[in-house]
């Protein structure tokens, strides 16, 4: 019964300090600072006919804004492609010229 008891003493002290923890997990993440728009208009990075960000001053900044933002557009032209029945080149390359206009 001591094992018991003591096993939900536990689960009560982990259940109510996740939310704490979490947000000190939260806090210990990098926050980008820079914004696409930012990044482009310094020439940090800038748009390629494949559909995603190349970095052209390799920044810490701007590598993870890159990454960041080429894991989306790679996950959104995804969905389209299965969407629409083609490609995922076939999508990149047509966002790839309309981003590169």
């Known amino acids: 019964m001591k094992t018991l008891r003591h096993n939900k003493d536990r689960r009560k002290i982990v259940t109510r300090s996740l939310p704490a923890l979490l947000m000190l997990a939260m806090l210990g993440q990098p926050v980008l ?3 696409l728009d930012q990044a482009r208009s310094q020439n940090l990075v800038k748009e390629t006919a494949s559909g995603y960000l190349v970095v052209v001053k390799p920044t810490a900044e701007a590598k993870a804004l ?8 790679k996950a959104e032209y995804q969905k389209i492609a299965n969407k629409r029945g083609t490609s995922l080149s076939a ?3 047509l ?3 309309r981003l590169t206009k």
């Open 33 to 35: 600072a820079l914004t």
């Open 66 to 73: 890159a990454k960041k933002v080429n894991a989306g557009r």
């Open 91 to 93: 999508v990149e390359q």
């Open 95 to 97: 966002a790839g010229k």
